[in-house]
């Protein structure tokens, strides 16, 4: 199993464009999420999706859009790029929502000019 | 608003048994408290999971009073691999995990 995986790995774009982070999981899990982590700190929840066909905002969900597109994927959609969003963003599933724990993918480094 | 209070950094000695301790301010009463561990360039990694007391598994103990107020992850005899940032995150039912700064872990040799 490969378990979280996520693409592109790196990226560098220019303030005002826009790009798709993927994000595939095959453990059959039913929630998804996405998280981003500034330098120096802790991971923040952008959002997440509890079972295939919900989404719901996390902590800092200004400026990107999220797509549960089969329990398999997640992509997370940044519509016009900010430098303020550069950092590096993590993919993360779970069996569930109780239990809580959570299996994250290698994360995407993320430069916006 | 809550959320979780750790040291923001701690060093040990390889061999030594270290303990980092988290505040939670307002943990919800169906919430369980986590920790991971995460290396650099990596995600985060599951190490333990407790509601109350303690738990213990191949990799580290967990300890929480009564009061749910705190938790304590205990890992016995570091080596300079568990040099790494550790996390508290408690969750709700939602699954939103509420991450803190983290404590970053320095094993000396």
């Known amino acids: 199993n490969a378990g979280v995986t996520q693409t592109p790995k790196f990226q560098v774009l220019k303030t005002g464009q826009s790009m798709t982070l993927q994000c595939a999981q095959d453990m059959n899990h039913n929630s998804m999420y996405w998280y981003r982590q500034d330098p120096g700190m802790g991971l923040r929840l952008i959002y997440y999706?509890?079972?295939?066909?919900?989404?719901d905002k996390g902590e800092v969900p200004n400026g990107y859009n999220v797509s549960r597109l089969n329990k398999r994927e997640f992509s997370l959609r940044l519509e016009s790029a900010a430098p303020s969003q550069t950092s590096v963003y993590f993919c993360a599933s779970s069996e569930g929502t109780v239990y809580n724990e959570q299996f994250f993918g290698p994360g995407t480094r993320l430069t916006v000019l | 608003l809550a959320k979780t209070t750790q040291p923001i950094s701690m060093d040990s000695y390889e061999g030594q048994e270290v303990n980092i301790t988290c505040s939670h301010n307002?943990?919800?009463?169906?919430?369980?408290i986590t920790w991971y561990q995460q290396f650099p360039s990596q995600g985060p990694r599951f190490i333990i999971q407790?509601?109350?007391t303690k738990v213990t598994n191949e990799v580290a103990s967990l300890f929480i009073p009564a009061d749910r107020k705190s938790s304590t992850l205990s890992l016995p005899r570091v080596s300079l691999s568990d040099t790494a940032v550790y996390y508290c995150?408690?969750?709700?039912?939602?699954?939103?995990?509420?991450f803190g700064q983290g404590t970053e872990l320095s094993v000396k040799p």
């Open positions: 307002n943990i919800a009463t169906n919430d369980y």
């Open positions: 995150p408690f969750g709700n039912q939602g699954g939103k995990l509420i």
């Open positions: 407790g509601y109350k």
């Open positions: 999706s509890a079972s295939e066909g919900t989404t």
